[in-house]
Nanobody, 128 residues
């Protein structure tokens, strides 16, 4: 079992930036892929980015060039730096971990089928 706790959400104006953090604990497999997905009201969950154990990252088309995922293994923390935010980025953001989460972000596995764990989420609201 993996525990994930997100923080850093909040309200920001369009064009602004936020950095989300996710502290990970528990039974972390060496092969785990970490990342983030989001869900806006009335919309499907969207895998927005992932980072492999070796550090390679993948991003969804809607955030590519604006969002950056990084990890600090010493702190067991994964970060999501979000720049140039728009109202369309308003959503609950979830940190996820699992051997197949990279495949979720790549579109090869649905989140519903995924065996990944995720946290309680942190709300991001972007005003125009």
């Amino acid at each position: 079992q993996v525990q994930l706790v997100e923080s850093g959400g909040g309200s920001v104006e369009a064009g602004g930036s936020l950095t989300l953090s996710c502290v990970v604990s528990g039974d972390i497999s060496i092969g785990y892929c970490m990342g983030w997905f989001r869900q806006a009201p009335g919309k499907e969950r969207e895998g927005i980015g992932s980072i492999e154990p070796a550090g390679s990252t993948t991003y969804g088309d809607s955030v590519k060039g604006r969002f950056t995922i990084s990890q600090d293994n010493a702190k067991s923390t994964v970060y999501l730096q979000m720049n140039s935010l728009t109202p369309e980025d308003t959503a609950m953001y979830y940190c996820a971990a699992g051997t197949d989460f990279c495949a979720v972000v790549a579109g090869r596995v649905s989140l519903r089928e995924s065996e990944s764990d995720w946290g309680q989420g942190t709300q991001v609201t972007v005003s125009s």
